[in-house]
C-alpha cells in the first residue's frame, strides 16, 4: 500500500510515499484521529527541498540500449525538483533507499564534482569521442541549476576540450548559458531538446508543476535557434487520450518558434511510477481518469507499460500507430522531420589531467 496524505504539497507532483521495493519493512501513515484543521496537517502542505551531497566517484553512464540514441550520458543531480508526474526516473531513488513519490522531487542528491569528474573522464578517455547526454535521466537544468551551476560547469569543460554535447530539458533556465551554447554550436558541438507535450499552461502546471511554462520553454527555442544553436523539441511523453490531441499545435507552434527537428516518446510507467501516475490522475483529471487508462492500455498489449526495446518508446497496436502517423504528418508538414547536423568529434583534445598523470598513448 502507499502511504497517501490528505492534501497534495503545495507545488508537488505527487504526495504519495510508495514502498520501496528493496525495504522489507513499509510504513504507512495514519491521519484518521486527526482534525481537518490539525496543525499537522498544515504542516505537510508544504514540503521543503532537501539538497544533499552525491559523492560519487565518476559521472559519465555508458549505455548500449538499441533504442536509446545517445552512448553517454551524464546526470549531475539525482532526483528532480521538477515534479512531472509521468517520470520514467522515479524508482532511481529506490536505490538510495528512497521512494519513487515525494522523496524523489524533494530529496535531491547534488554532486557538486560534477565538472572535476567530467574533467577526470575526458582525460583519461582512450574511445571513439561519441556526444554525450545531459541528461538521460533527470534534468540538468532544474531548479538547484540556479544555485549549484555544474550543468554550465561541465559545458565550459567540454568547450575547453572540444567535446560534443546534447542537451535535454523542460527549463527556460537553458538559456543562461546560452554564451557556452553559441561557442559550442559555432564549432558544430552542441544540440539541445527543449520537451514540450502540451500548450494547455494549466495541464503543464499540474502536470509538470515546478517547471517552466510552454511559452517560456517556446521563447527558449526561439532564442536558442536565432543564436545558431541547432535546437528541436520532443513531444515527450504523449499520453494517450489526455495531450495526444496536442500534437499538431505543438509541432507548428514549434516551428514558428524556430525549431529544426522533433521527437516523440510514448509514456512510460515502469514500477512504482504506474502509483504515482495513476494517483495524478485520480486527483487532477478525474473525468478523463477512465479514458486515458483505457487509451495507455490500448497502447500496450492491455498492460499500462512495456519494457520491450522495440515498443517501450512508441507503443504497439492500432493507436500507437495513430500517435506515430499523426506525428509524422505533421512533422513533414511543418519540416521538422530533417535530423539535426551531426555533431563533430574529430576536434576533442583530452584535458591534461588534474592529477599531473601524464598519458602514456
Known amino acids: 500500500m502507499s502511504n497517501t496524505p490528505r492534501s497534495t504539497p503545495t507545488g508537488r507532483g505527487s504526495p504519495l510515499a510508495p514502498p520501496n521495493r528493496f525495504d522489507a519493512v513499509h510504513r504507512e501513515a495514519d491521519f484518521e484521529q486527526l482534525e481537518p484543521n490539525d496543525e499537522l496537517l498544515d504542516d505537510g502542505r508544504s514540503v521543503a527541498t532537501e539538497f544533499l551531497p552525491d559523492n560519487s566517484q565518476s559521472i559519465v553512464i555508458e549505455n548500449d540500449s538499441p533504442d536509446i540514441p545517445f552512448r553517454y550520458s551524464l546526470n549531475p543531480y539525482r532526483g528532480c525538483e521538477h515534479g512531472c508526474s509521468y517520470c520514467y526516473a522515479r524508482p532511481y531513488h529506490e536505490y538510495l533507499g528512497l521512494n519513487s513519490g515525494l522523496d524523489f522531487e524533494s530529496k ?182 477512465e479514458k486515458v487508462e483505457s487509451h495507455i492500455r490500448l497502447t500496450r498489449d492491455g498492460e499500462l507499460t512495456s519494457s520491450q526495446f522495440s515498443q517501450r518508446m512508441r507503443g504497439s497496436g492500432l493507436l500507437a500507430e495513430q500517435i506515430q502517423r499523426t506525428f509524422r504528418v505533421f512533422a513533414t508538414k511543418y519540416h521538422l522531420d530533417r535530423r539535426l547536423p551531426t555533431p563533430d568529434t574529430s576536434q576533442f583534445v583530452p584535458p591534461p589531467d588534474q592529477s599531473g598523470q601524464l598519458r602514456l598513448f
Open 108 to 289: 535531491i542528491f547534488v554532486k557538486e564534482r560534477a565538472p572535476e569528474l567530467f574533467r577526470e573522464w575526458l582525460a583519461k578517455f582512450k574511445g571513439e569521442p561519441s556526444p554525450i547526454a545531459m541528461s538521460g535521466i533527470t534534468d540538468c537544468y532544474q531548479p538547484a541549476e540556479r544555485r549549484y551551476r555544474l550543468t554550465r560547469g561541465c559545458l565550459a569543460v567540454a568547450l575547453e576540450a572540444r567535446y560534443p554535447m546534447m542537451l535535454i530539458t523542460k527549463n527556460a533556465l537553458v538559456l543562461r548559458d546560452l554564451d557556452l551554447l553559441r561557442e559550442l554550436a559555432s564549432q558544430r558541438l552542441v544540440s539541445v531538446a527543449l520537451s514540450i507535450n502540451t500548450l494547455d499552461t494549466e495541464l503543464a502546471r499540474v502536470m509538470e508543476p515546478r517547471t517552466s511554462s510552454p511559452a517560456a520553454r517556446l521563447r527558449a527555442v526561439h532564442e536558442l535557434s536565432a543564436a545558431g544553436v541547432p535546437t528541436q523539441v520532443m513531444v515527450a511523453p504523449v499520453i494517450p487520450g489526455l495531450n495526444d490531441c496536442d500534437i499538431p499545435s505543438v509541432l507548428k507552434t514549434a516551428a514558428d518558434a524556430g525549431a529544426s527537428g522533433a521527437g516523440y516518446n510514448l509514456l512510460r510507467l515502469p514500477l512504482n511510477v504506474k502509483l504515482v501516475f495513476l494517483d495524478w490522475l485520480a486527483r487532477t483529471q478525474p473525468t478523463k481518469r
